[in-house]
């Protein structure tokens, strides 16, 4: 306790939780008053020690001698633990009552009983104290000399100063008593003394986590992806960055860097195996390096859940809504992300890599993501195709060697960069034979494998289990004992391949895993084709070897996505490479196929089917569909997709929604025919009314409008069919909806209401028609923004004018201070600061933003003279200055 200071000293005796007096020792309390912070925490000594247990005024004493009063040793006695109770309990008996009462003397109260009751009371002291015996019996005479000698004491006479000088005496015994006890108490403070370094000790390694935590939990505000996230995106980027170092730069790469100065989102279209992916991460690798951070995203909500405003990010997506055909799922997901989308595109900070299919880039589904054709890469486009002599160093770079008559050869095909990969994999083989004809030499080599003896056929019957799987056959599905649902699987393969049907799953692994390097590759416990185009191959050819297998067994996704009836001119995918038909003596098959999936709940699958976008295709279904009872009809109307989980971002998709946003109005017409409920909604909220809407299929909205939906109904980011319409535009089904009366201020959970999206999109038509049921023109945004303030911004003249004739508040500002005319003035939009001017000549024209800029400011800075007239017109006040001065 010699080193205490005001930051950790001890505050009370920890054994009676007494609390210490600091005032008494160091002259503190006649120094420094009641400024604790400055007295002197320092114990020099027992006696130091003994004063903090005392009341200031009872603490003048230097040492244990006569100037240590009885008052102050019963005090001691009493507030340290280390005498014994029954000590404790006489010294605080004797000083409240016989020290106490005798100070403060009045000589009437002190009766002869008293007298003696007092004098026996000392004595029981003497006796618990456990003097030594020749110490005890001389204070107990002493005390029987006062007893027999004292009554003088009682007539009101002075005491005898010899009598005093003796009672010092004793007193002296007990202050050498106390000194004692004082020491065993230091010997008692050094152990609390360790004890309190040891605390303080634990304490700076708890305050050294929490910081710790504390840090972590800023870097997770700063982050808001999960930290197994980052170490999965840690992992991904650091094999990225392994193969990059086969990387050859091209024009096509060049160009992609090129618009992205420019631009925040980029997709890179072509078929597969051109070079997409590839050059979408090694362009993201490069970002990098000037300080962005890479992520990849696995699904539509992690753009929304990864984005933090403000920090340089680089998000890649790969195949955007779907690797083989666009995928209608896919695309409703991205569509609920569109608002997020278009914040992080005006958020210069940030990029967007996208790569897809030129078919499903293609397909009409896809126009729908307009942020996605913004900016398009063509890399088969002239303008950025391979040169010959960037197909020569890419050939050097794999293959090891230039190609004679390179042109020719990657005429043959667009996946020139893919061969090239495929044939550094192989072990040998003639280059020219490969480019000319590369699935040919896969073919071949599979004809002779089926050919050769039962072991090819093995590896055949391993590669058919890849396809059925759709390229992801997980590697648990060899372990356990064989269920039925596996049994049946191997049965029919085993005969499709023409081998023993009761091979064994371990034996079919062994034979795939031969394949490893050539065919396939095993990645994080998943079996997969060495390539999408690879893959897309050898569902090609197993769909003609065993496609009754493949309709029967075959996973949902490839049942649905790579199969076709018929060839038609109408269907984009019909040309797809790859694409597998049907012949017309499957079509049952098939028909049983689609049935048995829908009653299963693969819902989504089965109305993503490529299929379904041919009228004659739905007809021949409806057909198939009146055939079965009415019941198994009713119950199939309203399943409900059950393959995703709740949970999941997934729609959970239902008949009625997923029609509504094909536009198949005869299926919609067999559906309602069947009493599905209008109102039932997939688990993303969107009602069918809202899909209708929103892929603007006026015939459908009608056909569900005479069924009386609720128009109101929300999805669960807000967005009503109203809100839908509003923000895509369809301004026939916007009348429809506003015949129904709905709540025209009904926000999503941005606080933007239909009117802010028809704005937001510029459709002057439908802000008129909102306006003529009297929306709330002052509802703002979660930021604060008011449509007033978006039409200013935006430069929409005719919607700013349409909205000061609802008489709106024009000096409403957003979270940052941002007025609609600090917005107009700002963007230079000359003729809309003037309409806000002429219309309310009180507009405040000195409301600032929170860093201090005004209107005027903000104009003068962008040098937009002519507002700056109009504004020095309203009086402003030309010397306001920002937070920097």
Known sequence: MNQQTFASYLKRYPPTNKELNYEAINSNKDTFKW?????????????????????????????????????????????????????????????????????????????????????????????NLRLSNRMENRILGELNRWATNGQNFLSGTRLDVEIVDEIRQQTHILSEYALRVCRETDNQFAIVQKELTELESKYK??????????????????????????????????????NDKMFVTTRASDYVMECLQNKSCVTLTAPSGVGKSFISRHTALVLQKEGYKIIPVYAPTDIRDYYKPGKQTVFIVDDICGNFT???????????????????IADKCCKIIGSCRLQVYKD?????????????????????????????????????????????????CEFFPLLCSLYHGLENGDVKEFFNNPFNVYKNELENLSMRDDEGNYKIC???????????????WFQGKVSDEQRNIIEDICDAC??????????????????????????????????????????????????ECLIDHGDSGLVHERFICQKSTDDKNSNTDFIIEIPEDYFQSYSKRLIKDWSAGKVDAVFSNNNMKMSSFRQQLIQYLQQLDQIDQVRLASTKDIVRPKEHDGPGTTPLTETCCNGYTDIVQWLLH????????????CSPLSRASSEGHIDIVKLLLKKNPNVDLCDNNGGSPLYWASFEGHTDIVKLLLEKNPNVDLCDNNGWSPLYLAILKGHTDIVKLLLEKNPNVNLRDNNGLSPLSWASYKGHI??????????PNVDLFEKDGCSPLYKASQEGHTDIVKLLLEKNPNVNVDLCTKDGWSPLSWASYEGHTDIVKLLLGNNPNVDLCDKDG
Request: aromatic share 8%; net charge negative; charged share 30%.
């Open 35 to 127: 400024n604790r912070a400055l007295y002197d925490y320092r114990i020099r000594s027992p006696v130091d020690l003994s004063r903090l247990f005392l009341e200031t005024h009872m603490a003048h004493f230097t040492t244990f001698d006569d100037s240590c009063d009885s008052s102050a040793l019963l005090g001691i006695i009493i507030n340290i633990d280390r005498f014994p109770a029954v000590v404790q309990s006489d010294a605080a008996k004797i000083r409240s009552d016989i020290r106490n009462p005798w100070a403060h003397c009045d000589f009437t109260e002190w009766t002869t009983t008293k007298y003696a009751d007092s004098l026996q009371l000392m004595g029981q002291l003497i006796t």
């Open 205 to 242: 390694e708890h305050d050294v986590k929490l910081k710790n935590i504390e840090t972590e939990l800023q870097k997770q505000d700063e982050d808001p992806i999960p930290k197994h996230i980052q170490e999965q995106i840690k992992i991904r980027v650091e094999d990225w960055e392994k």
């Open 326 to 344: 666009a995928n209608q799922q896919q695309i409703d997901n991205w569509k609920q992300m569109l608002p997020v989308i278009a914040t992080i």
């Open 364 to 412: 009409d589904k896809f126009k729908i993501l307009s942020p996605f054709k913004a900016c398009e890469c063509n890399l088969i486009s002239d303008k950025i195709c391979l040169t010959s002599e960037e197909k020569n160093i890419i050939a050097k770079t794999y293959i090891g060697t230039s190609v004679e008559n390179i042109d020719e050869l990657s005429q043959k």
């Open 462 to 476: 391993s590669l058919a289990l890849l396809v059925l799987f759709n390229n992801q056959l997980k590697e648990k």
């Open 498 to 547: 023409d081998i023993n049907r009761s091979t064994s799953k371990a034996k079919l692994k062994k034979e795939l895993e031969t394949l490893d390097g050539t065919f396939i590759c095993k990645q994080n416990g998943i079996y997969r084709a060495l390539h999408d185009k690879l893959f897309d191959f050898l569902a090609h050819y197993f769909g003609h070897k065993m496609i």
């Open 674 to 685: 069947n009493g599905v409920d209008v109102d039932l909604c997939s688990n993303d909220g």
């Open 798 to 807: 005719d919607i700013v004018k349409l909205l000061l004739e609802k008489d």
